[in-house]
Structures are given as C-alpha cells and as structure tokens.
C-alpha cells in the first residue's frame, strides 16, 4: 500500500458544528493511534487501537472527542461542537503491532481550523 | 506521570559541527525511547528507537539512566539534518508520550 491516508488533507469549520476525520492505516497493521499537534507544540497522544481490545482513550481532552475503529481498518476521529482550540494538525499513525515492538508510520494529517 | 523533556525549540549549528538534541525524560518504570523526524514537507518518521541500539543517517543516542536522559548526537552535521527532530517514550505497550520537539538548523 501507499502508506497511512488520512482525509480531508484539510478542514475549516464553524466553532460549534461537528467534524469526522478519517484514517485509513497500512493494511494488515493492528495498531492505530491518533495523535493532536497544536501549533508550534509536539504531539499530544489521544487515542489507541490494539487489535480488537479496548481502545486506550486516555488521552481525549474532552467528551467531544471519540473515535471508533472497524476492525483492523479505518479510522474515524469525530469532534463535536468544535471550539478554536480544537484547531491543531491531527495525526494518525500505525504499526504492524503494539509500536513498542515496531515502528509506527504516520499519515500526512489533517489540519483543522475552527472559526 | 511520563513526560518527555526537549529543552531547546531551536537549535542552528554550522555544517560539520557537532550537534546534540537533548532529551530528558520523567517516567517510573524502563522506558523504551524513539527519536521521531519530520523533514520539511514529509511526514514524521521513526529516527531511530533504544532498543535497537541502532546508529541512523550517523545519529546516535544513548540512555542514560542516571540522568533520565536520551540526547541524540551526531559528530558532523549536514545540511540535509534540518528538521524537526521529537523525542519519545512508550511505557510498554501504552500510550506514547511526546516531547515538544527541536527544530534543528544547519547552516551552510
């Protein structure tokens, strides 16, 4: 495969209306995990997929945030009632298994701003 | 809490010179610690990993233990080394936790 695909590439919303991303991973890969960079700052862990056990959440900042997984494919991180601090670069990244064992392969993120 | 220290936002050196991106780390257990690159217009990528002991593109980085530290070093720095370089940990099978990243420029 071409690697992650992340989609859109990029998204401008209005504060207070919902947003879906998407993450299509490298097929065959277990592990999922997105990832929120805000700007001029790192990576901020959100959330992560190991196969079908329950996702680590530990990192979404607010019940706005959830993302659900099919399977072992796509991805989709959704915002609700977006605020301007939801504007960031949001990264989606996989690896064949647990990324402690392998190495994880980001996607080009999506770059959201919220009006 | 885990938490991953890179004390420099910017670092500029002049070609050939020696170059070291510092990293501390805050975490219990033994950690297993990345060093992330992301170059202009591409995607961030895995530099090299600690459990590997691996040396990459001359980088090189060693835990040090007492010092909470995993400093990434190269002897000569080349042009081509300008990015963004992000220090990582993963406590074992969780989440990862980020450093806040160093941009690093070599000059001509």
């Known amino acids: 495969g071409a690697g992650v695909s992340q989609s859109p590439s990029n998204k401008v919303t209005e504060k207070g209306k919902d947003v879906e991303l998407r993450c299509d991973p490298i097929?065959?890969?277990?592990?999922l995990y997105w990832y929120r960079q805000r700007l001029g700052q790192g990576l901020e862990f959100l959330i992560y997929?190991?196969?079908?056990?329950?996702?680590?959440k530990s990192g979404l900042p607010s019940d706005r945030f959830s993302a659900e997984r099919t399977g072992e494919s796509v991805s989709t991180l959704t915002i609700q009632r977006t605020q301007q601090e939801d504007s960031a670069v949001y990264l989606c990244?996989?690896?064949?298994?647990?990324?402690?064992?392998?190495?994880?392969?980001f996607g080009p993120g999506t770059r959201l701003l919220v009006l | 809490a885990q938490r991953v220290t890179q004390p420099e936002k910017l670092l500029s050196v002049f070609k050939g010179a020696p170059v070291e991106l510092k990293c501390n780390y805050s975490?219990?257990?033994?950690?297993?610690l990345f060093w992330y690159v992301q170059y202009s217009r591409q995607r961030l990528q895995l530099l090299l990993r600690?459990?590997s002991r691996e040396s990459i593109k001359g980088f090189t980085a060693d835990l040090n233990k007492g010092e909470t530290s995993f400093h990434l070093k190269k002897p000569f720095a080349q042009e081509e080394d300008s990015a963004m370089y992000y220090c990582?940990?993963?406590?074992?099978?969780?989440?990862?936790?980020f450093g806040p990243g160093t941009r690093l420029s070599v000059l001509p």
């Open positions: 990244a996989s690896s064949l298994v647990s990324a402690i064992q392998e190495t994880q392969y």
């Open positions: 097929s065959g890969h277990t592990a």
């Open positions: 997929f190991q196969g079908n056990s329950a996702p680590d």
């Open positions: 975490y219990s257990g033994s950690p297993e």
């Open positions: 600690h459990i």
């Open positions: 990582a940990l993963n406590n074992y099978g969780q989440n990862f936790v």
